[in-house]
């Protein structure tokens, strides 16, 4: 509803300067504005006897003798003239020969002559005056018509309209240009005269010819005519529009032809005004509130030229002059509200970018100086702009020396090998922004640290508003460094911490490697030995007590140099001098391989072992003898902690294409929180179980960086008591689901 409240003010403001003629001024300059554009010929069939300059020297006397107007009278009823109108004041006698004269040559007329009557004050104090009616002398208006001459300035003191009649003697008397036109539906009271109309071709001829009877025999033949005064110094001149004065007698010909031509302008009333100024403000005012300032001045610009010129059409085709400045004066006022509105909505608009701004500005201020990093920045001229507390800190510079002083100020850095520079060097559009480096910075005392810098180059680019005056981008440079000293020892130091622990896992590793070799050997000779005594391959052994400790002996030692082994296997995985003898592996014939030599054992004994497996089952792409190494490490734990019940073994393949087998038991079971540590060498769940059970903690280690190797996973689930699964996760490109053509599976 608030929107709607200067409009209705404007539509308001703009009627009631209309209603008080506060517009008429502008009205009357394009109104003369139209009579210069709209222009025409006088009709020819009137004809304008001056009273001249030119005669009133060849006469030489003045006023006239009245015997001169009578011989003008009868020369122009012998030329053919149809109505005389003779604008000269008769009001008063003169010599009574002269009006004798005078009164016969009316009387001769037969009623063609018109003669003046107007009104005039009869004092020249007007609010004391009062208007008396003048005339010719009875015995001259008993033989002649009279006419009004009567004409009244507008507001501006120009004569723009004519009356039509004047109230004289309880009657109304016709004016001049009435009587003068040859149209008899005229306008009633006042109408505007048309100044379009061309005076220099209004005919006209000096008062001394046509006395002398010096003038073209048809001139007046048929036409009407108006005897009057032009000479300037009888006084008798009128301001109007356009000619800027005319004599009285010219402008009464010009009402006349007015008339005769049709052009008696009318202007339109203040309904039909007042009803386009509603609409015209209802439907441009929100238009002019959503469109852009230049936008609504083209409209209205164009809207306002086109109005202008459709009233010079108008006024051309027909005698109708169109009241346009309430037309014209709402719009640009409704123009100028929304503008205003427009501003204020601007300024609101500046104001929250420009406390935005400020709140940003002072937010990242805040930022940049409670930052750790040192911050530098730099414009396009070279100067440092912004150096916050830490830069001062790790510089050793104040800030109040370094903002606004040359960037060539700042400090050197010396990188590794070559890199060392001057900061300065690298703020040029044509060197490339460095990354981010590390090197020793020196302070302003001359001391070093560990820097690390990064400086990175901000383009506002030029902006395609027409009021960007840029010719060039405008790059800021901005620094950050970082005091890196502890970082780079702390660094120096896990690095030297890393190395010598890589270099102790791999002197262990040799150790072990180195040992296990050594003990091979002789580990070797007592199995051999303590098998040809358990076999008694040199004869027998007579004690059977004896022979008891001989298989002791043996099973020690076979199981001694398996634990050698893995170890060995260990060793040689850790240092990567394993390499895989990749090939297709049937799994169903090596899971079936290893589950004959588990069932051999006597921890087995009781035990259901089984294999199941899809038909036909999918081959596998590894090392033969370590899948089979893994298959016989899951089996033996599972068989070892697994006193009465199954071992299954499971060949198949998980929903997300890998190929798995599993080793499933119905053992003790594993905890929940011991699951994770399973994986590392010599590690055991309980002490316990490593006394009652025999093992070194090796199997899964080893298990697990087999299947690493081949780039699978092993995993383990387990609930106590309820036994234990382990799935060996082979990736999909390892499996082939095609047979190879290489015999029958058993």
Known sequence: MRRFVPRVLIMGLVAAIYFAGGLEPVEHLLMDLRFSLVQRDASKQLVFVEIDERSLRLLNVWPWPRSHHANIIKRLKGAGARNIAVDVDFSSHSTPENDALLQQALKETGGQVILPAFKQYTGWEREAASLAETGPLPQFTAHARLGSVVMQ?????????????????????????????????????????????????????????????????????????????????????????????????????????????????????????????????????????RWS????????????????????????????????????????????????????????????????????????????????????????QGHITIFNEAAEEMLGYDAKDMIGGPSDSLFDFSGDGDDNFKINDLLTFETPVPPLREGLGLRKDGTTFVMEISIRRAVLQISQNPLEQRETPRSHHFLTIRDVTNRRLMEDTQRRAAEEAIAANRAKSEFMAAISHELRTPLNAIIGFSEMMKEEALGPMENEQYKAYTGEIYNSGGHLLAIINDILDIAKIEAGNTTLEENLVDPVIVAEAAIGLISGRPEAKGLDITITHPNPSPYLMA????????????????????????????????????????????????????????????????????????????????????????????????????????????????????????????
């Open 623 to 746: 090392d033969p003898r370590a899948v089979k190494q893994i298959l016989l490490n899951l089996l033996s734990n599972a068989v070892k902690f697994t006193e009465t019940g199954s071992v299954t073994v499971k060949i198949g393949s998980s929903i997300d294409g890998w190929m798995t087998i599993s080793v499933s038991d119905t053992g003790i079971g594993i905890p929940a929180d011991e699951i994770e540590k399973l994986a590392q060498p010599f590690y055991q769940v309980d002490g316990s179980l490593a006394r009652k059970f025999e093992g070194t903690g090796l199997g899964l280690a080893l298990a697990t960086s087999l299947m690493e190797l081949h780039e699978g996973e092993l995993v383990v689930e387990s609930e106590e008591g309820q036994g234990t699964t382990v799935t060996c996760r082979f990736p999909p490109k390892r499996m082939e689901l095609i047979t190879p053509h290489r015999g029958s599976r058993p």
């Open 293 to 380: 300032w230049h936008r609504g001045l083209l409209v209205l610009g164009g809207g306002s030229a086109s109005l202008v010129a459709g009233t010079v059409g108008l006024q051309s085709a027909a005698p109708i002059s169109l009241d346009v400045v309430p037309w014209l004066l709402a719009p640009w006022l409704c123009y100028g509200q929304s503008m205003l509105a427009l501003i204020d909505r601007q300024t609101l608009r500046i104001f929250r970018q420009r406390m935005a701004v400020l709140h940003r500005g002072a937010m990242m201020r805040r930022f940049v100086e409670s930052s750790f990093d040192g911050i530098i920045v730099i414009d396009p």
């Open 153 to 289: 300035p507008e507001s501006d003191s120009l004569v723009r309209r004519m009356t039509t009649s004047l109230p004289w003697g309880g009657k109304e008397l016709p004016s001049f240009a009435k009587l003068l036109s040859d149209s008899e539906a005229l306008p009633a009271l006042k109408y505007y005269i048309d100044y379009g109309i061309r005076l220099n071709t209004l005919p006209r001829i000096s008062y001394v010819d046509v006395l002398r009877g010096e003038f073209p025999p048809r001139l007046f033949q048929g036409r009407d005519v108006i005897v009057g005064a032009s000479a300037v110094e009888l006084g008798d001149f009128l301001a109007v529009p356009k000619h800027v004065a005319i004599p009285g007698p010219a402008l009464i010909a010009l009402s006349a032809e007015t008339f005769r031509q049709g052009r008696a302008l009318v202007r339109t009333g203040p309904l039909p005004t007042l009803g386009i100024l509603i609409v015209l403000t209802l439907l441009l005012a929100p238009l002019l509130a």
